[in-house]
Nanobody, 123 residues
Framework: VQLQASGGGLVQAGGSLRLSCAASRRTFTTGWFRQAPGKEREFVAAFRWSGGNTYYADSVKGRVTISRDNAKNTVDLQMNSLKPEDTAVYFC????????????????????WGHGTQVTVSS
């Protein structure tokens, strides 16, 4: 499975960005992670195609929406009310199977990773 993330950029605090993750074939769980300089990779959100369930990190809940676009076969991340601390490289990841809820935020649950896209939020 090949993944391609896009949509990053530079935005002012309070602004919005929409990231998109395109997959070469359908996967049953897609996640977004981010990594800021000097920090560990952290979970942002995930989407399970079975049931359309969504999951969010507490740090982004209420500001971020993950959704699928069936026509484009993408999983998108709409980010609103962005803060400088959201600055990071954002990665999309996928698992061909449905990841159990207890492991949804664990990056080890995802076998396939795309190249990251930079998101920079200026204050």
């Amino acid at each position: 499975v090949q993944l391609q993330a896009s949509g990053g950029g530079l935005v002012q605090a309070g602004g919005s960005l929409r990231l998109s993750c395109a997959a070469s074939r359908r996967t049953f769980t897609t996640g977004w992670f981010r990594q800021a300089p000097g920090k560990e990779r952290e979970f942002v959100a995930a989407f399970r195609w079975s049931g359309g369930n969504t999951y969010y990190a507490d740090s982004v809940k209420g500001r971020v929406t993950i959704s699928r676009d069936n026509a484009k076969n993408t999983v998108d991340l709409q980010m609103n009310s962005l803060k400088p601390e959201d600055t990071a490289v954002y990665f999309c990841a996928a698992n061909p199977n449905t990841v159990v809820l207890s492991a949804i935020s664990d990056f080890n649950s995802y076998a396939y990773w795309g190249h990251g896209t930079q998101v920079t939020v200026s204050s």
